[in-house]
């Protein structure tokens, strides 16, 4: 697995660039757009296509090559 991690501009946290969504002219991950949709449709997203791994920030560090400052 060598998946492209981003960070998603919306909540900071780190997501895969293959499961960034597109909305409303906005790239977001997983968790903000399941938000976004229940926010517009006033009650839980029930399906469970956009649960799945998540990659942590280690990883996306590792990635990028950041060391520990
Ligand atoms: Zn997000």
Request: proline share 3%; with cysteine.
């Amino acid at each position: 697995m060598s998946e492209k991690i981003v960070i998603c501009k919306s909540c900071g946290k780190p997501e895969y660039w293959g499961e960034m969504i597109w909305l409303s002219g906005k790239c977001m991950c997983r968790d903000c757009y399941k938000t976004e949709l229940e926010l517009r449709m006033g009650s839980d997203y029930i399906w469970d296509d956009l649960n799945g791994k998540r990659p942590t920030r280690e990883e996306y560090e590792a990635q990028e090559g950041v060391e520990n400052a």
